[in-house]
C-alpha cells in the first residue's frame, strides 16, 4: 500500500480517504466512514472510544492512522481538532458583546466589517486549493444541469450564484427548501450539485449532497471547513473562512468565490 507523509490540512487528509476508500480492508473503509462523518468525536475522543463506536478494533484505527500518513492516533487528532469550530453565541450575546468592546457607532462599526472583509478576501487568496477550484469549474462546464443548494446565511450565495449562471445562460436550478420541497427527483446523470453549507451545517442541505452521491451526481461543497459532516467521502472541497467581527461573520470572501466560479464556468463554456 502506498506510503503517504503526514497531512498538512484536513482538506488534504479528506482528499486522502476520499480517494483511497475503496482500496481499503473492510474494517479500515469503517474506520474511515466513521472518522469522516464524526470529526468532533474525533477531537475529543480516546482511541478506544473511536473503535467502540466504529465497532473495530483499537488497531484497525491506529492502522488507518498509519495508513493515512499520521504517526498515531495523537498526531490525527491534533490535526482535527485545529480545524473544529467552535460554538458561535447567539445573535443576541454578540450585540452584548459588540457594546462591551467599546466604539459601537455606525462608523465605528463599518470600519471594523470593512477590515475583516480585507482580511477574509486576503486569506482566501492565499488559501485557495487551486486543484480543486480547477476541478470545480472543469464538472460545471461540462455539466447538463447546475443544482445549487444553501440555506440559512448560505442562501444569499446559494441564490447569488443561481443569479449569476442564469445572466451567464447556464442551466441551474435553486434548491431553496419552499414547502419542504427539494426536487431530489430533478437530480439525473451528468449534472452537478453545488452543496453550500458553513457551521453548524444545514441537514436539508447534507441530505440532498448524500442523495447527489448516491445517484452519481458529482457534489461541489462549498464551506467554512473540510470536516463538514457528509455521510458520503466523494465530493469536492471548496473551503472558504471569513474573519468574523464580535463574532458576526460577513460573506466578503464567500461571494468573491462564487462570482469567480461562475464567470470561469461561463467562459469556459463559452469556448
Known amino acids: ?87 458561535m453565541p447567539d445573535y443576541s450575546e454578540r450585540i452584548q458583546n459588540l457594546r462591551h468592546s467599546g466604539d459601537d457607532s455606525p462608523t465605528a462599526i463599518l470600519a471594523e466589517f470593512v477590515e475583516a472583509g480585507r482580511q477574509s478576501l486576503e486569506q482566501l487568496s492565499a488559501s485557495v486549493n487551486t486543484a480543486s477550484l480547477e476541478q470545480s469549474v472543469e464538472l460545471l462546464s461540462n455539466a447538463k444541469l447546475i443544482h445549487i443548494m444553501g440555506l440559512r446565511r448560505a442562501y444569499p450565495v446559494a441564490s447569488y450564484l443561481s443569479y449569476a449562471f442564469e445572466k451567464l445562460n447556464v442551466p441551474n436550478i435553486l434548491h431553496a427548501g419552499s414547502g419542504r420541497l427539494s426536487h431530489t427527483q430533478a437530480m ?16 436539508e442541505t447534507l441530505e440532498l449532497a448524500d442523495e447527489a452521491v448516491r445517484r452519481g451526481v458529482p457534489v461541489i461543497v462549498l464551506s467554512d471547513s473540510a470536516s463538514i459532516p457528509l455521510k458520503a467521502v466523494s465530493f469536492v472541497p471548496l473551503i472558504v473562512s471569513e474573519i468574523d467581527f464580535g463574532a458576526f461573520r460577513t460573506l466578503s470572501a464567500t461571494l468573491s468565490l462564487a462570482i469567480s466560479l461562475a464567470v470561469a464556468v461561463g467562459a469556459r463554456r463559452s469556448e
Open 188 to 203: 439525473r446523470e451528468g449534472d452537478v450539485l453545488i452543496a453550500i453549507s458553513f457551521a453548524p451545517y444545514s441537514p
Open 1 to 87: 500500500m502506498e506510503q503517504f507523509e503526514p497531512p498538512q490540512s484536513l482538506e488534504i487528509l479528506l482528499d486522502r480517504i476520499s480517494h483511497q476508500r475503496d482500496s481499503l480492508p473492510k474494517r479500515l473503509r469503517q474506520c474511515a466512514d466513521f472518522i469522516v462523518q464524526n470529526m468532533n468525536d474525533v477531537a475529543f475522543s480516546t482511541v478506544a472510544q473511536i473503535s467502540e463506536k466504529a465497532e473495530v478494533q483499537p488497531s484497525a484505527v491506529m492502522r488507518f492512522c498509519q495508513v493515512m500518513g499520521f504517526g498515531g492516533y495523537s498526531d490525527m487528532q491534533k490535526l482535527v481538532r485545529q480545524n473544529i469550530q467552535p460554538k
